[in-house]
């Protein structure tokens, strides 16, 4: 499977935004931001592409992991409770590896397109 289809498959999660508009859950509409990932099935994919896109999601990954561990790690030692430091750990390690690869797969496709313009 082409890594592209994986990586716009992801936009398909934009579709939870629609529980924040049939519902009173309006912090579901923050899933739209997903849709964004669609623009994945139609770019030319090639070898310095899925490298930066591979490195990104590694990245995230492992930003995400330490965040949630870091969050669940200080929730309960402040006394939260096991089950607020496991859902917030989880929800804020999700968030940072989100916010980390869109970061990161900007400042690659930033990088990789000022460095076709220099080549002209």
């Given at each position: 499977m082409k890594l592209k289809y994986l990586f716009g498959a992801t936009g398909f999660i934009a579709m939870l935004g629609f529980i924040g508009v049939f519902s009173e859950e309006k912090a579901f509409l923050a899933f739209f931001a997903f849709a964004?990932?669609?623009?994945?099935?139609?770019?030319?994919?090639?070898?310095?592409?899925?490298?930066?896109m591979?490195?990104?999601?590694?990245?995230a990954?492992?930003?995400?992991?330490?965040?949630?561990a870091i969050f669940s790690f200080i929730s309960f030692l402040m006394g939260k409770g096991s089950t607020y430091?496991?859902?917030?750990?989880l929800a804020a390690g999700w968030?940072?590896?989100?916010?980390c690869n869109a970061v990161l797969v900007a400042i690659y496709n930033f990088?990789?397109?000022?460095?076709?313009?220099?080549?002209d």
């Open positions: 964004v990932d669609f623009q994945y099935f139609f770019v030319r994919d090639d070898e310095m592409w899925n490298t930066y591979c490195r990104s999601a590694a990245r990954f492992c930003c995400g992991m330490i965040t949630m430091a496991l859902v917030g750990g968030t940072a590896a989100v916010a990088s990789a397109g000022r460095a076709l313009k220099e080549d």
